[in-house]
């Protein structure tokens, strides 16, 4: 049984404390948070140890492994200490707020022989698993262009991000914080990304920085990804639970709408209803937890994680910076 820590009791700490609780071959033995109240209360839910240092909550549980849920501009002290330590490290994505400190702490990891996982859940939301199921069957032939989009309008509520209000500052807000995950959908659904065109715009006036965001992904074997999310407009559905995706192939499409119901349409034939079970536990199809079982999985039996700390670093985070770049140049920028 590995013995894990997890860092950062907030909105997402919670979330990934009730994945913990049913993930197999793994348990938590402390929280630690800055605020004690935060830790303690999160400790006495799960019946474990509550810390406000990493350090000494390291020193007294002797974990195999962190799990980092803290915002980005900690992620890279945290994490050093965890590999110091000799302590794997699951890390909450984006890596860093910055390339600089995104590389230094996959160097952090690598120079200490830590395993490196980023905790990109999109990908394991299970139409998204689907889907590339589908994708592997041919029913649809060579993926040429994917497109995802999403609709939130909580910028623009009576109280803007009520679980998350430190969104509103945030200098670099949507692309780094929220995109990031569409953007990884495509890249597991299309393969790697080469080049990004990217529009950023601020439409609420409440945030500091983005709020609707425009993503053209240039991908391996001449595939395209499209990607617009914006958090100034509302759904089109009531309470949707996935984002909205259309995968064209050269014989035929696939359809996600924001219920997670997926459509088949071969090419000149009838649409079919791809029927599969969506869980119904944990965050939005249980994909917390399924990240948090893979994490365990691979560091029992040695196979790579699919968001190897290094390759996300030189593809996702490689991307979203190469977006900034481009919204403020007005031009497409090759990775």
């Not at 990109?120 to 989009?149: A, F």
């Not at 949507?174 to 659904?189: A, K, Q, T």
């Not at 990804?225 to 639970?241: F, H, K, L, N, Q």
Request: charged share 25%.
């Amino acid at each position: 049984m590995l013995r894990g820590i997890t860092v950062g009791c907030g909105y997402f700490g919670g979330i990934h404390l009730e994945g913990w609780s049913r993930v197999e071959n793994a348990c938590i033995v402390a929280v630690v948070d800055v605020d004690a109240q935060k830790a303690k209360q999160a400790a006495d839910g799960l019946s474990v140890a509550a810390y406000t240092d990493l350090r000494e909550a390291i020193q007294g549980e002797a974990p195999d492994f962190v799990d980092i849920a803290t915002r980005p501009g900690s992620h890279l002290q945290i994490t050093a200490l965890a590999a110091v330590s000799g302590c794997h490290v699951l890390c909450q994505k984006p890596i860093a707020s910055t390339w600089e400190e995104s590389v230094q702490l996959v160097e952090a990891c690598r120079k200490h022989d830590a395993r490196l996982m980023i905790n990109e859940n999109w990908r394991w939301q299970p139409w998204y698993r689907q889907i590339k199921e589908l994708i592997q069957s041919d029913v649809i032939g060579k993926v040429v262009t994917i497109t995802i989009t999403r609709h939130e309008a909580d910028a623009v509520g009576a109280a803007p991000f009520a679980n998350q209000p430190y969104f509103v500052d945030m200098e670099r807000f949507l692309l780094i914080e929220s995109v990031i995950h569409p953007i990884d959908v495509v890249r597991f659904l299309g393969g790697e990304i080469e080049a990004v065109f990217c529009d950023a715009r601020r439409v609420s006036g409440i945030t500091r920085g983005e709020d609707s965001v425009f993503v053209h992904l240039s991908l391996r074997d001449d595939a395209r990804g499209m990607v617009y999310s914006t958090r100034c407009s509302e759904p089109d559905v009531e309470d949707p639970v996935c984002d909205f995706a259309r995968l064209e192939g050269k014989h035929g499409f696939i359809r996600l709408d924001r219920k997670g119901r997926i459509t088949v349409k071969p090419l000149f034939e009838p649409a079919f209803k791809h029927a599969y079970e969506i869980p119904q536990m944990g965050y939005r199809g249980d994909s917390v937890r399924a990240a948090l079982q893979h994490f365990v999985d691979c560091l029992l039996s040695g196979e790579p994680f699919e968001t190897e700390g290094e390759d996300y670093l030189n593809q996702v985070m490689r991307a979203v910076f190469a977006g900034y770049e481009s919204a403020q140049a007005r031009r497409v920028v090759t990775l």
